[in-house]
């Protein structure tokens, strides 16, 4: 019973000062359903949608880089047609969510970056 409520105290201040507005993100603690209302629907850390959406990808299919910009992560997601090998998640000075997914192409590694749930940025 003791064990208990020191861990619980330990959790409490651990979360009470990730709340701080001095606090630096912690990146390996990714929030995806606190975020959820604030962005709509993103992609969590094992590369899965949080929510359903409806989104056609076939005006997208074989489009260059730059018409893909502003798309959301999970339409990414969903224009791949499987989840990226990798996925991270944190936040910066500039933006309150950066993303970084990684696939494998056909033409080789695509970083796919995103700034507040939209793409900006592709690097291969």
């Known amino acids: 019973m003791m064990k208990a409520w020191v861990v619980t105290i ?13 606090a630096k993100p912690v990146a390996a603690v990714p929030t995806a359903r606190a975020t959820t209302s604030s962005f709509g629907a993103i992609v969590d850390e094992t590369g899965q949608c949080t929510e359903t959406i409806s989104f056609d990808s076939a005006p997208y299919k074989g ?11 999970c339409q990414i997601v969903a224009l791949h047609g499987e989840a990226p090998l990798s996925v991270m998640s944190g936040a910066s000075q500039n933006s ?17 970056l995103f700034s507040d749930n939209r ?6």
């Not at 970084?100 to 796919?112: D, F, H, I, Q």
């Not at 793409?119 to 291969?124: A, D, I, K, P």
């Open 63 to 73: 489009k260059p880089d730059d018409a893909l910009m502003g798309l959301s992560e």
């Open 119 to 124: 793409l900006r940025r592709v690097v291969r």
């Open 96 to 112: 309150k969510r950066e993303t970084t997914m990684l696939y494998m192409e056909t033409s080789g590694k695509a970083v796919y």
């Open 10 to 22: 330990i959790v409490g201040l651990g979360l009470s000062a990730c709340m701080s507005e001095n």
